[in-house]
């Protein structure tokens, strides 16, 4: 019996979000691809030989590539494929060094939204892959009656409106994230919406964790200027949570305005108003949560790891890539 195609996935620190996609490809492509996850900070030279497909997620993670000696991801270039996660890692100084990087190691490119590929078609000569994000849908999941935990059955005051954020503060800033000058005086101007926050840097938490965490807040808010994906508006979406979000990364793919969550244009204002819609009518935020559920279904990672498949696919065949 033939064995499976091995593929290396790089990921960068346990238990963050390229460690967790890594390990959701994993289990879904088990039998199909042999995937190998490795910490950008042990892989080695070995490794890469071993592999049929290695998988870098974003450029910056060939400068932290401690154990690989210099020209170890060139010897490997013609099975090399490589993300661009947020535009982040092409804004400013990275810009030029990252174009370098992705128009002169790699056999393919990939992207996890619509709108990094329309970006990157322009700028990126090599084959270039839409590999949208997905999220486990049976993990996440919203709470059954009478399921909730203990911190999850606080009474509530009337007009609460619980919003919640999660994420780090120190990775690309806070000031990207609209953190401190978009959600929290927005939060502030809205009597009875009170914040709820997950901060990386605060308390590190598990996933279990947050699936309790989503599930005892009304609303999850997203004001993003510069991310290809914020995961947690797709595991609060399947939670059931209705999203709030700027149209960073693949938000637009997945909100539709209005019927499964609300758009804001990224000001104080915009997202306070927003929230004032969903504080005074609670029928309406438990709709958008429920069409919301239905609609993440189809970002389940047993479809959106079929993008991933295609991709390596298509690498080791030498073909061109797939959408």
Not at 71 to 80: S, V, Y
Not at 294 to 318: C, K, N, P
Request: charge should be negative.
């Amino acid at each position: 019996m033939t064995a499976p195609p091995r593929v290396l996935a790089i990921a960068d620190r346990p238990g963050w979000a390229i460690d967790r996609k890594a390990l959701n490809l994993q289990r879904v492509l088990a039998g199909r691809f042999d995937i190998a996850v490795r910490f950008q900070q042990e892989v080695t030279e070995a490794d890469l030989q071993a592999a049929d497909v290695v998988m870098v997620f974003y450029w910056l993670e060939t400068l932290k590539l401690a154990a690989l000696p210099v020209g170890a991801l060139g010897r490997c270039a013609d099975r090399l494929v490589m993300g661009v996660c947020s535009h982040y890692e092409l804004d400013g100084e990275r810009r030029e060094p990252g174009l370098a990087v992705l128009n002169g190691l790699p056999r393919a490119v990939f992207c996890n939204s619509r709108l990094l590929e329309q970006m990157c078609a322009p700028l990126v000569r090599v084959p270039l892959h839409y590999t949208p994000n997905g999220v486990d849908t049976e993990f996440f999941t919203p709470a059954l009656s009478g399921a909730l935990s203990s911190a999850s059955r606080r009474v509530r005051a009337a007009g609460e409106l619980r919003v919640g954020w999660a994420g780090s503060l120190e990775n690309m800033g806070s000031a990207q994230r609209g953190f401190h000058n978009v959600i929290e005086p927005a939060i502030a101007a809205v009597p009875g919406a009170v914040l709820h926050t997950a901060i990386r840097e605060q308390q590190w938490r598990t996933a279990a964790e947050m699936v309790e965490w989503y599930r005892e807040i009304d609303v999850y808010v997203c004001a993003s200027i510069d991310e290809g994906t914020p995961n947690p508006c797709l595991e609060a979406a399947a939670c059931g949570i209705p999203i709030v979000t700027t149209r960073v990364g693949n938000m637009p793919e997945l909100i539709d305005d209005g019927v499964n969550g609300f758009f804001h244009d990224g000001t104080v204002a915009g997202l306070a108003s927003r929230l004032r819609s969903l504080r005074d009518a609670p029928s309406l935020a438990a709709q958008l949560g429920a069409r919301m559920r239905e609609d993440i279904i189809g970002w389940d990672w047993t479809h959106q790891a079929e993008h991933y498949a295609r991709m390596f696919d298509s690498v080791l065949s030498g073909g061109n890539p797939g959408t």
